[in-house]
């Protein structure tokens, strides 16, 4: 195991984690997770995202490992920033879990190096296609609201007012991220461009009106 682990700190190889059953093969008596899947950082230059996950054992004492995978023909920006919004969303500590918890195969200093590596690929992943388009999001809360408010006032009954609440709770949510998200736009802003600054909170002054 020692000689397998030098191998892929050799090669500069990263786990891609997984998802689902800890475990991929099994004799009924053991149950190991020797089924793995690895990749270089030249991978990343044409895969956007990797994806593992650990399906069941059913023809084999191996569990197959389904690899999904979004391609691009553009290396993406290597930059990557955490989102004060995202912790606003009940599935962030979830995801971070998930991902901190899958094994690298590694050790030290190494191991969290890897780690820290998969998650911000999982973090993009997940803004991208859990958390979704703030602005989009917004909207759909919106338009939730008037048809909840709208079904209250036809019939101003218990079970309506429940929606028009939980409604009215997950719009409340998502215009929190909002203003999050114009904070730390602004904040970085102000960093990048240092006295160019009021013509940005002009720009959003003029936006929020």
């Known amino acids: 195991m020692e000689e397998f682990v030098d191998t892929v700190l050799e090669c500069g190889l990263i786990d ?3 998802e689902g059953f ?12 020797l089924d793995r899947f690895f990749y270089s950082e030249v991978w990343l230059d044409v895969f956007t995202s990797t994806r593992i996950i650990h399906l069941s054992r059913t023809w084999s004492d191996h569990a197959p490992l ?16 955490f989102m004060r919004m995202w912790t ?10 998930q991902s901190w918890k899958a094994s690298t195969g590694t050790y030290g200093l190494i191991n969290l190096q890897q780690k820290l590596y998969r998650l911000k690929q999982h973090l993009k992943w997940w803004n991208k296609n859990i958390f979704g388009d703030l602005f989009a999001n917004m909207r759909m809360a919106q ?7 709208k079904a209250y006032d036809d019939s101003p009954c218990e079970v309506n007012l429940i929606e028009l609440n939980k409604a009215n709770a997950a719009l409340t949510n998502v ?30 002054l003029r936006r929020k009106e």
């Open 16 to 18: 891609a984690g997984f």
């Open 88 to 97: 606003r969303h009940h599935d962030l500590l979830n995801t971070i879990e």
């Open 143 to 149: 338009e939730l609201v008037l048809s909840k408010e």
């Open 175 to 204: 215009l929190a991220m909002e203003e999050d998200f114009w904070r730390q736009k602004a904040t970085c802003k102000w960093i990048d461009e240092g006295d160019e600054i009021p013509s940005f909170f002009t720009l959003l």
């Open 22 to 33: 800890e475990y991929t093969w099994s004799n009924r008596i053991t149950w190991e997770r």
């Open 66 to 81: 389904l690899i999904n995978l979004e391609y691009t023909s553009v290396k993406p920006p290597s930059s990557f920033r």
